[in-house]
């Protein structure tokens, strides 16, 4: 098995918005703000090769929205989905299995491909299935209000339309079944119903992919909740199982929104837990 970081590139979010009711005295001495008070975040991806199965985790924003719509997160960097996949040696045409963790269009952006020739929509990975939770995809194609501007129906609905899409079955806090060989979910419905977080066997570790139950290292403070959050007491529930867990087994922790910071460790402490160590994904992956 080889585990590739995937950079799509930066984009930037409210440091209130990002960080719910801690004052802002508190955040910005884990995170620094610009004269509007927006941040800057990573859309951090993660690749995994199975040698018979090329998975993704997550597609970032992608490119087929509006200049008006990009001037509201001020997407920036060099680095895209494509360039970054094909940089490893791959093509769009050789991933075999999406996952996406939810259906914010942080997450799913790049799922779904415009031509803009035809103005038609097409999935960006042509061979691949497409893996979400029944009751998340559900809750995403008939949203609240609260997150309606988030789920764009133009990066959900052509996957179902191509036939590609599939379920991840949902037993409890857990996936009823492993999707691969040393890949499991864990649903977290604090940000959303039914996010999933995954859970990957490496080596002799297990890395999980956070997505947005904790966006960056700033969050590990247990009141460091998003604005963005449906249900904050849930996310209150879902990351103290997730941090305590993940201190006592020493799991790797890969970051998608952290833009310093790709894979942390934390540990217990009198304070709760902390923030023990950061590495890069070269650092666990190899190159």
């Known amino acids: 098995m080889q585990i590739h970081a995937i950079e799509t590139g930066n984009f930037k979010l409210d440091g209130g918005a990002m960080f719910g009711v801690v004052p802002k005295s508190l955040w910005s001495r884990f995170k620094s703000a610009d004269e509007n008070n927006m941040c800057?975040?990573?859309?951090?991806?993660?690749?995994?090769d199975y040698g018979n199965r090329?998975?993704?985790?997550?597609?970032?924003m992608g490119n087929k929205q509006s200049e008006k719509f990009f001037g509201y997160y001020f997407l920036f960097g060099e680095d895209s989905?494509?360039?970054?996949?094909e940089s490893k040696g791959y093509s769009l045409s050789d991933v075999t299995d999406?996952?996406?963790?939810?259906?914010?269009?942080?997450?799913?952006?790049?799922?779904?491909?415009?031509?803009?020739?035809?103005?038609?929509?097409?999935?960006?990975?042509?061979?691949?299935?497409?893996w979400s939770c029944e009751e998340h995809w559900n809750w995403a194609i008939h949203p609240n209000e609260r997150e309606k501007a988030s789920f764009l129906?133009?990066?959900?609905?052509?996957?179902?339309?191509?036939?590609?899409?599939?379920?991840?079955?949902?037993?409890?806090r857990w996936s009823k079944n492993e999707i691969f060989p040393g890949f499991k979910i864990f649903?977290?419905?604090?940000?959303?119903?039914?996010?999933m977080i995954p859970y990957i066997?490496?080596?002799s570790q297990t890395i999980i992919y956070a997505a947005d139950l904790l966006p960056s290292a700033a969050h590990i403070p247990m009141p460091y909740v998003m604005g963005y959050d449906i249900r904050p007491l849930e996310t209150l529930k879902d990351k103290e199982i997730f941090l305590k867990d993940a201190a006592k087994e020493n799991h790797i922790i890969f970051l998608e929104h952290d833009i310093d910071k790709e894979c942390i460790t934390v540990r217990e402490t009198e304070k709760g837990i902390r923030l023990s160590e950061t590495f890069n994904s070269k650092e666990i992956f190899g190159k």
């Not at 090329?54 to 970032?60: C, E, N, P």
């Not at 649903?187 to 996010?195: L, M, R």
């Open 40 to 48: 800057s975040w990573s859309m951090r991806c993660l690749l995994i």
């Open 54 to 60: 090329l998975v993704l985790i997550d597609t970032g």
């Open 81 to 85: 989905l494509k360039n970054s996949i």
């Open 98 to 130: 999406v996952v996406l963790t939810h259906l914010h269009f942080d997450h799913c952006g790049g799922a779904v491909s415009l031509n803009r020739n035809t103005n038609r929509y097409y999935t960006t990975f042509p061979n691949a299935t497409y």
């Open 153 to 172: 129906k133009e990066n959900m609905l052509p996957i179902q339309e191509a036939g590609q899409l599939q379920f991840v079955k949902r037993d409890g």
């Open 187 to 195: 649903f977290a419905d604090g940000h959303t119903e039914s996010q």
């Open 201 to 203: 066997s490496y080596k």
